[in-house]
Structure formats: structure tokens, C-alpha cells
């Protein structure tokens, strides 16, 4: 089966926390990224919304739009990559957002820090959940709902894996390399964490989507493209030529203006009554 998303689990052991933090903020940077938060996250900001926590935060692209947008409140933002890290500090700095803590953490492997212990009004990640398996996340959820307050909203922000779309002329091109038919999804990823929500004690709220488009090659699209294109052709669905096909058939569709990616992003969250 084809693993859809890029391997994050060990980015210091491999070196490639920088590249990796590097395309993450090209996607954070994007004007579908601001459009995505004020219809995804902006609504669970209530003005009694003063101590949140981002789980997996990479870069804490989006805790600091969160410390930025409620300043009256704490946000904690956690990552077991030191070297994720190192750049979400930098930028925190750069942007002078003075209430945003960043921490070390492992979640599967370490105590939570000191700053998790009280409970907090709103708890989330973005696109972490994939990253654990099966058991790992019936485990998280009921746990990370108990460190909710009253009223406090658990909420996931996920990628619909059987979703994406790319533009381009030979239609048959795109299937073989995209292969959503070979793809290994995990029946508790995206929408499969709201039985887990329900079962965790919480109130559902109403899901979310935002269809996030890229008109732009960037490098977070060039990174996911070229990765399923070198996948495709290591399997034998498709040719040398095919790939170099594919490679510049993008950049060509770019350079015209006529570039297309789309992929539909859910919201889906529980409120601890």
C-alpha cells in the first residue's frame, strides 16, 4: 500500500528538519492557508478561549495565527523536532508574538511538560493524527480529551486523503500517479476521529471543510507531486519518460498561469460539556 503523506516521524535523526520547516512555512505562507484558518479555526476562538495547546506543531505556523489573532490568551505549541523548533522560535521572534511557548515533546515517549498540566479551553493539531498508528490514536484521544476544561473544544484539522486533485493534459497520468486506489488510509484518520470524539465523552461540533486550491508550484506542492511521481515510477506505473513528463508538464502549466492543485481540509472537534 502507498503511504499518501511525507515521513515526518523522524526529522532530526534524518536531517531534513530545515527543508521540511522550509516547506511547511512556503504552505503557511500561502494565501489558501489564511483563508483555511479564518474558516477552519477562527470560529473556536471565543473570547473565553485563553489557554490552548497545538500538538505536533512543526513550526507553529498555526499557533502563532493564534496567539496573533486571541493576545489575551497562553498558547502552547509542542514538537518533538528540536530542529522544527529552532525555526518556530526564530519566527516567533521575527513577529514579536509574546504569547507563544514553544516545547520539546514527544507525545508517544515523554511526560507532557509542565505547561500541559492545567487544562486548557482549546486543544489542536494539523495533520498529526496520521502520523500514529491505529491503537496510538484510541489511546491519545480519550487522553488528550481529559485535558480539557469545561467547555473546552479537542479539534483536529486533517487532510481528506481521497481528495486531491492536480490539472493536467493527459488525464490518465495523473490517476496512475496519484493511484488513490492503492493508498493506505487508516479508518481512525480525517473523519474516522469522530466516533473517537464521541467516544472520548464529548460533545461533536458540526465539521468543517475548506477545499484548499494552489495556483502557485511552491515548494510544499512540488515536494508532495514529485514525491508521488518518484513512488509511482519505483512501483512500475509509470515510465522514466512518464516522470520527466509529469516534472515538466507542471512546470509548464506553472509558467502559463494554468497550474491546479486542489485538496478538501475537514475540521472536526468535540466540546467537553
Known sequence: ????????????????????????????????????????????????????LEIGCGTAALSRRIGQRQPHASVYAADKSVG????????????????????TWDVLNAPRPALAHAPFDLIISSVVIPYFTDGQIE??????????????????????????????PDGQLPRDILA???????????????????RAGLTLLPR????????????????????????????????DAQWTEWKDGLTALANAGDFYYGLVYHLIAGRRE
Open 208 to 239: 468543517r471543510s475548506f477545499l484548499w486550491t494552489d495556483q502557485a508550484y511552491g515548494l510544499y506542492t512540488q515536494e508532495v507531486l514529485g514525491r508521488m511521481a518518484d513512488a509511482a515510477r519505483d512501483r512500475g506505473a509509470i515510465t
Open 1 to 52: 500500500m502507498i503511504q499518501p503523506l511525507p515521513d515526518y516521524k523522524n526529522l532530526d535523526a534524518s536531517g531534513e528538519a530545515r527543508q521540511a520547516a522550509l516547506r511547511m512555512e512556503a504552505r503557511a505562507s500561502a494565501p489558501a492557508s489564511a483563508h483555511m484558518f479564518e474558516q477552519l479555526v477562527a470560529p473556536l476562538l471565543r473570547e473565553n478561549v485563553h489557554r490552548v
Open 180 to 198: 488513490k486506489h492503492q493508498r493506505d488510509i487508516r479508518p481512525g484518520w480525517c473523519l474516522g476521529l469522530r466516533p473517537l470524539l464521541r
Open 139 to 168: 489511546a491519545l484521544v480519550p487522553q488528550w480529551a481529559q485535558w480539557l476544561a469545561p467547555g473546552g473544544v479537542l479539534a483536529f484539522v486533517e487532510q481528506d486523503l481521497n481528495t486531491d486533485s492536480v490539472h493536467f
Open 84 to 103: 522544527m523548533l529552532q525555526m518556530a522560535q526564530a519566527l516567533i521572534e521575527k513577529e514579536q508574538i509574546g504569547n507563544v511557548q514553544l516545547a
